[in-house]
Protein backbone atom coordinates (compact mmCIF):
# COMPACT_ATOMS: atom_id res chain seq x y z
CA UNK A 1 0.00 0.00 0.00
CA UNK A 2 1.08 3.71 -0.84
CA UNK A 3 1.43 5.47 2.02
CA UNK A 4 3.10 8.34 4.34
CA UNK A 5 3.32 8.60 8.01
CA UNK A 6 4.04 11.39 9.82
CA UNK A 7 5.38 11.32 13.46
CA UNK A 8 6.57 13.83 15.72
CA UNK A 9 4.27 16.83 15.96
CA UNK A 10 3.33 17.99 19.90
CA UNK A 11 3.26 21.48 22.03
CA UNK A 12 6.54 23.38 21.92
CA UNK A 13 7.10 26.80 23.56
CA UNK A 14 8.19 29.91 21.14
CA UNK A 15 11.16 29.89 19.99
CA UNK A 16 11.40 25.66 20.31
CA UNK A 17 12.47 23.56 18.11
CA UNK A 18 10.80 20.14 16.74
CA UNK A 19 11.63 17.66 14.38
CA UNK A 20 8.81 16.21 12.26
CA UNK A 21 9.38 12.76 10.27
CA UNK A 22 7.97 11.33 7.40
CA UNK A 23 7.70 7.28 6.85
CA UNK A 24 7.02 6.35 3.35
CA UNK A 25 6.35 3.04 2.06
CA UNK A 26 4.16 1.13 -1.09
CA UNK A 27 6.45 3.70 -3.47
CA UNK A 28 9.91 4.46 -4.66
CA UNK A 29 10.83 6.98 -2.24
CA UNK A 30 14.24 7.29 -3.21
CA UNK A 31 13.40 8.15 -6.67
CA UNK A 32 10.74 11.21 -5.49
CA UNK A 33 10.78 14.99 -4.85
CA UNK A 34 8.89 15.47 -1.58
CA UNK A 35 7.24 18.23 -0.05
CA UNK A 36 5.86 19.73 3.55
CA UNK A 37 2.68 21.56 3.57
CA UNK A 38 1.36 23.26 6.10
CA UNK A 39 -2.17 23.83 7.35
CA UNK A 40 -3.13 26.64 10.34
CA UNK A 41 -6.53 26.05 12.48
CA UNK A 42 -9.50 26.31 9.57
CA UNK A 43 -7.13 27.80 6.90
CA UNK A 44 -5.96 27.00 3.80
CA UNK A 45 -3.17 25.02 2.69
CA UNK A 46 0.61 26.61 2.14
CA UNK A 47 3.53 25.06 0.28
CA UNK A 48 6.29 24.81 3.16
CA UNK A 49 9.79 23.39 1.22
CA UNK A 50 10.96 20.99 -1.35
CA UNK A 51 13.94 18.35 -1.16
CA UNK A 52 15.43 16.77 -4.36
CA UNK A 53 14.61 12.39 -5.24
CA UNK A 54 18.85 12.80 -3.79
CA UNK A 55 18.54 15.34 -1.16
CA UNK A 56 21.19 17.71 -3.54
CA UNK A 57 18.52 20.56 -3.66
CA UNK A 58 16.24 21.96 -1.27
CA UNK A 59 14.18 25.10 -1.68
CA UNK A 60 11.91 26.71 1.23
CA UNK A 61 9.03 29.45 1.33
CA UNK A 62 10.34 32.46 2.81
CA UNK A 63 8.05 32.36 6.25
CA UNK A 64 10.39 29.42 6.96
CA UNK A 65 13.74 30.13 5.48
CA UNK A 66 16.50 30.27 7.84
CA UNK A 67 14.27 28.43 10.50
CA UNK A 68 13.36 25.45 9.23
CA UNK A 69 15.36 22.49 7.25
CA UNK A 70 14.03 19.92 4.99
CA UNK A 71 16.11 16.68 4.78
CA UNK A 72 15.84 12.71 3.97
CA UNK A 73 17.29 9.36 4.29
CA UNK A 74 16.74 7.27 1.13
CA UNK A 75 18.18 4.62 2.90
CA UNK A 76 15.51 4.35 5.71
CA UNK A 77 12.44 6.24 3.22
CA UNK A 78 12.39 8.82 5.56
CA UNK A 79 11.71 12.45 5.16
CA UNK A 80 12.24 14.70 8.18
CA UNK A 81 11.53 18.38 8.43
CA UNK A 82 13.79 20.32 11.09
CA UNK A 83 11.58 23.39 12.68
CA UNK A 84 13.71 25.87 14.75
CA UNK A 85 13.07 28.96 16.58
CA UNK A 86 9.19 28.22 15.94
CA UNK A 87 6.94 31.15 16.40
CA UNK A 88 2.81 31.07 17.08
CA UNK A 89 2.38 31.23 13.36
CA UNK A 90 3.88 28.24 12.79
CA UNK A 91 1.11 26.42 14.39
CA UNK A 92 -0.62 23.88 11.53
CA UNK A 93 -0.89 21.06 10.62
CA UNK A 94 2.19 19.82 8.69
CA UNK A 95 1.60 17.05 5.80
CA UNK A 96 4.51 15.44 3.91
CA UNK A 97 3.36 14.66 0.16
CA UNK A 98 5.27 13.12 -2.94
CA UNK A 99 5.75 15.58 -5.92
CA UNK A 100 4.79 14.90 -9.11
CA UNK A 101 4.31 16.75 -12.37
CA UNK A 102 4.60 20.31 -10.65
CA UNK A 103 1.60 18.65 -8.42
CA UNK A 104 1.44 16.70 -4.94
CA UNK A 105 0.00 13.29 -5.93
CA UNK A 106 0.67 10.99 -2.27
CA UNK A 107 -0.29 12.63 1.28
CA UNK A 108 -0.01 11.51 4.61
CA UNK A 109 -2.28 12.50 7.63
CA UNK A 110 -0.67 15.01 8.75
CA UNK A 111 1.04 15.41 12.36
CA UNK A 112 -0.29 18.73 14.60
CA UNK A 113 2.17 21.09 15.73
CA UNK A 114 0.99 23.60 18.01
CA UNK A 115 3.38 26.62 19.14
CA UNK A 116 2.53 28.24 22.55
CA UNK A 117 3.33 29.36 26.13
CA UNK B 1 4.35 35.14 -3.28
CA UNK B 2 0.39 36.08 -2.54
CA UNK B 3 -1.77 33.34 -2.30
CA UNK B 4 -4.22 32.46 -5.92
CA UNK B 5 -7.69 33.59 -5.67
CA UNK B 6 -10.64 31.62 -5.36
CA UNK B 7 -13.98 31.92 -3.81
CA UNK B 8 -14.94 30.80 -0.42
CA UNK B 9 -17.80 28.77 -1.51
CA UNK B 10 -20.05 27.75 -4.31
CA UNK B 11 -22.78 25.49 -4.57
CA UNK B 12 -25.03 23.07 -6.51
CA UNK B 13 -27.91 20.52 -6.33
CA UNK B 14 -27.29 16.99 -7.39
CA UNK B 15 -27.15 16.35 -10.69
CA UNK B 16 -25.63 19.98 -11.78
CA UNK B 17 -22.57 21.76 -12.67
CA UNK B 18 -20.46 23.92 -10.25
CA UNK B 19 -17.12 25.75 -11.99
CA UNK B 20 -14.46 27.05 -8.97
CA UNK B 21 -12.30 30.00 -10.44
CA UNK B 22 -8.77 29.93 -9.35
CA UNK B 23 -6.89 33.49 -10.52
CA UNK B 24 -3.15 34.26 -10.10
CA UNK B 25 -0.94 35.86 -12.37
CA UNK B 26 1.49 35.66 -15.16
CA UNK B 27 4.02 34.70 -12.60
CA UNK B 28 2.08 31.87 -11.53
CA UNK B 29 -1.11 30.04 -12.95
CA UNK B 30 -0.53 32.10 -16.57
CA UNK B 31 3.08 31.29 -16.30
CA UNK B 32 2.65 27.57 -16.28
CA UNK B 33 0.64 24.77 -17.16
CA UNK B 34 1.70 23.55 -13.83
CA UNK B 35 -2.21 24.25 -11.93
CA UNK B 36 -3.20 20.91 -9.77
CA UNK B 37 -6.44 20.77 -8.10
CA UNK B 38 -7.18 19.23 -4.60
CA UNK B 39 -10.63 17.35 -2.42
CA UNK B 40 -10.29 17.63 1.01
CA UNK B 41 -12.98 16.40 3.30
CA UNK B 42 -13.14 17.62 7.24
CA UNK B 43 -10.48 16.30 9.16
CA UNK B 44 -8.94 14.42 5.91
CA UNK B 45 -5.81 15.23 3.82
CA UNK B 46 -5.89 16.47 0.63
CA UNK B 47 -6.24 14.55 -2.27
CA UNK B 48 -4.99 15.25 -6.01
CA UNK B 49 -7.99 15.44 -8.35
CA UNK B 50 -6.50 16.97 -11.44
CA UNK B 51 -2.62 18.24 -12.68
CA UNK B 52 -0.78 19.60 -15.20
CA UNK B 53 -4.15 21.79 -15.66
CA UNK B 54 -6.35 18.97 -17.20
CA UNK B 55 -5.03 15.73 -16.49
CA UNK B 56 -6.84 13.47 -14.06
CA UNK B 57 -4.83 10.69 -11.70
CA UNK B 58 -6.25 7.05 -12.17
CA UNK B 59 -9.36 6.58 -10.04
CA UNK B 60 -10.45 10.20 -10.18
CA UNK B 61 -13.99 10.25 -11.64
CA UNK B 62 -14.13 12.29 -15.30
CA UNK B 63 -16.78 13.81 -13.66
CA UNK B 64 -14.10 16.49 -12.58
CA UNK B 65 -12.60 18.60 -15.34
CA UNK B 66 -9.65 21.41 -15.50
CA UNK B 67 -8.99 24.47 -18.06
CA UNK B 68 -6.68 27.41 -18.01
CA UNK B 69 -7.70 30.53 -19.85
CA UNK B 70 -5.28 33.62 -19.30
CA UNK B 71 -4.58 34.02 -15.35
CA UNK B 72 -7.67 32.05 -14.49
CA UNK B 73 -7.90 28.24 -13.93
CA UNK B 74 -11.22 26.29 -13.55
CA UNK B 75 -12.42 23.31 -12.08
CA UNK B 76 -15.99 22.07 -13.01
CA UNK B 77 -17.78 19.41 -10.76
CA UNK B 78 -20.17 18.07 -13.15
CA UNK B 79 -23.24 15.83 -12.25
CA UNK B 80 -23.11 16.61 -8.53
CA UNK B 81 -23.01 13.78 -5.92
CA UNK B 82 -23.40 14.58 -2.21
CA UNK B 83 -19.87 12.94 -1.60
CA UNK B 84 -18.22 16.02 -3.69
CA UNK B 85 -19.22 18.19 -0.68
CA UNK B 86 -15.51 19.11 0.78
CA UNK B 87 -13.46 22.17 0.23
CA UNK B 88 -11.30 21.96 -2.91
CA UNK B 89 -7.90 24.22 -3.52
CA UNK B 90 -6.02 25.21 -6.34
CA UNK B 91 -2.46 24.73 -7.08
CA UNK B 92 0.42 26.62 -9.00
CA UNK B 93 3.92 26.12 -9.78
CA UNK B 94 5.17 29.92 -9.30
CA UNK B 95 8.79 29.11 -10.66
CA UNK B 96 11.87 29.87 -8.86
CA UNK B 97 10.71 26.45 -7.01
CA UNK B 98 8.20 27.61 -5.63
CA UNK B 99 4.47 26.88 -5.27
CA UNK B 100 1.24 28.61 -4.42
CA UNK B 101 -2.26 27.64 -3.01
CA UNK B 102 -5.10 29.34 -3.31
CA UNK B 103 -7.41 30.09 -0.21
CA UNK B 104 -9.69 27.56 -0.89
CA UNK B 105 -13.97 26.83 -1.92
CA UNK B 106 -15.81 25.01 0.43
CA UNK B 107 -18.42 23.08 -1.95
CA UNK B 108 -21.97 22.42 -0.47
CA UNK B 109 -24.06 20.33 -2.40
CA UNK B 110 -27.71 21.35 -1.95
Known amino acids: EVQLVESGGGLVQPGGSLRLSCAAS????????MHWVRQAPGKGLVWVSRIYSDGSDTRYADSVKGRFTIYRDNAKNTLYLQMNSLRAEDTAVYYC??????????WGQGTMVTVSS | QSALTQPPSASGSPGQSVTISCTGT?????????VSWYQQHPGKAPKLMIY???KRPSGVPDRFSGSKSGNTASLTVSGLQAEDEADYYC??????????FGGGTKLTVL
Open chain 2, 91 to 100: NSYAGSNNWV
Open chain 2, 52 to 54: EVT
Open chain 1, 97 to 106: TRGISYGFDI
Open chain 2, 26 to 34: SSDVGGYDY
Open chain 1, 26 to 33: GFTFSSSS
